[in-house]
T-cell receptor, first 113, second 112 residues
């Protein structure tokens, strides 16, 4: 049973465009929602994270939008660059426990010049 | 600053063999985790530890064992390798439950 559902599976965006990846969860006990970026042959690296007390968090070209009532959150990459081409994973956890992360299935982003 | 180091990077095993995947971190983190990543499935938690001497099961623990005798090391043991354990294995660590997890670069394991 997939605790966090992620879409789309793959995404192709023109350089300078906006990349949008969506995730949904069921467990209302989740209170930490990170996004990880993974390049081939490397481990996932934390990109940006949000807690449910805010509806949006922005760091540079990366923004998380969070909708607590709909149990959905999304990653927006503004002015997408070829260097952003990677696989992106959303995740969720309960920080009251051991913060075990439940990951989405990943989105392979390709930014074409 | 090494962070989380995993060895080996690649390994091929025969069915029924055993091996230990090594993970060590130099950040003095209390929490450590083992995940496996299968194509199209994201990462799933195998085992985790909240400190030396304390381990617990994650989502997919069957066929694996762990130990945590020191803060730095968290080895993952496969006793009787099966084809279903072909995967990429990632180790991660964090200072506590409210801090981000830092991942190693993985061990790619094939069982034939």
């Amino acid at each position: 049973q997939q605790q966090v559902k992620q879409s789309p599976q793959s995404l192709i965006v023109q350089k300078g465009g906006i990349s949008i990846i969506n995730c949904a969860y069921e467990n209302t006990a989740f209170d930490y929602f990170p996004w990880y970026q993974q390049f081939p042959g490397k481990g996932p690296a934390l990109l940006i994270a949000i807690r449910p007390d805010v509806s949006e968090k922005k760091e540079g070209r990366f923004t998380i939008s969070f909708n607590k009532s709909a149990k959905q959150f999304s990653l927006h990459i503004m002015d997408s660059q070829p260097g952003d081409s990677a696989t992106y994973f959303c995740a969720a956890s309960r920080s009251a426990g051991a913060n075990n992360l439940f990951f989405g299935t990943g989105t392979r982003l390709t930014v074409i010049p | 600053n090494a962070g989380v180091t995993q060895t080996p990077k690649f390994r091929i095993l025969k069915i029924g063999q055993s091996m230990t995947l090594q993970c060590t971190q130099d950040m003095n983190h209390n929490y450590m985790y083992w995940y496996r990543q299968d194509p199209g499935m994201g990462l799933k938690l195998i085992y985790y530890s909240v400190g030396a001497g304390i381990t617990d099961k994650g989502e997919v623990p069957n066929g694996y064992n762990v130990s945590r005798s020191t803060t730095e090391d968290f080895p993952l043991r496969l006793e009787l390798a099966a084809p279903s354990q072909t995967s990429v294995y990632f180790c991660a660590s964090s200072p506590d439950s409210n801090q981000p997890q830092h991942f190693g670069d993985g061990t790619r394991l094939s069982i034939l």
